[in-house]
């Protein structure tokens, strides 16, 4: 079934004018693509917008083509490995400055997947509750942390 995700991968890296390996590793979440290639930073982009982007228009591919087909999220070189670990870390920082202070934290704006990974290591939290929260004028998101309302 991942063979159409890494296949498509690979044809749209070869279009795209990469030379890259693409091996599938297990995932929690569905198909995890790990790229190797000399011109990693490029594939990346700035803050990994490149590597959002092609996440993005991969997923929209393989849905047409099979819409059986677990999310696929794309690595490269382990920046997507990384990035989470210090997101999880910001996100547990901020949670502790509201259970320190009560107060209301904003996290920076993120991009869809950034957030995923900031609410996934909070739910868990009995004390904090996350939302995402619209920035006028962007697309980005911001989210906001705050204790968790007594129901």
Do not use: C, W
Not at 41 to 58: E, F, K, P, V, Y
Not at 125 to 142: A, L, R
Request: hydrophobic fraction near 40%; charge should be negative.
């Amino acid at each position: 079934m991942s063979a159409i995700a890494k296949t498509t991968l690979e044809e749209l890296l070869k279009h795209l004018g990469f030379e890259a390996t693409v091996e599938e590793l297990p995932s929690e979440d569905g198909i995890l693509l790990n790229v190797t290639t000399a011109d990693s930073a490029a594939l990346i982009g700035r803050a990994g917008q490149t590597l959002a982007d092609l996440q993005s228009l991969l997923n929209r591919l393989v849905l047409q083509k099979d819409s059986t087909i677990p999310r696929v999220t794309v690595d490269v070189g382990g920046f997507r490995q990384q990035n989470a670990l210090a997101l999880v870390q910001k996100a547990k920082e901020g949670a502790e400055r509201v259970r320190r202070f009560g107060d209301v934290v904003e996290l920076e704006p993120m991009n869809s997947y950034d957030r995923r990974v900031v609410h996934q290591s909070l739910k868990d939290d009995p004390d904090i509750e996350s939302h995402s929260v619209e920035i006028e004028g962007s697309v980005k998101k911001v989210i906001i942390l705050r204790p968790k309302s007594a129901a």
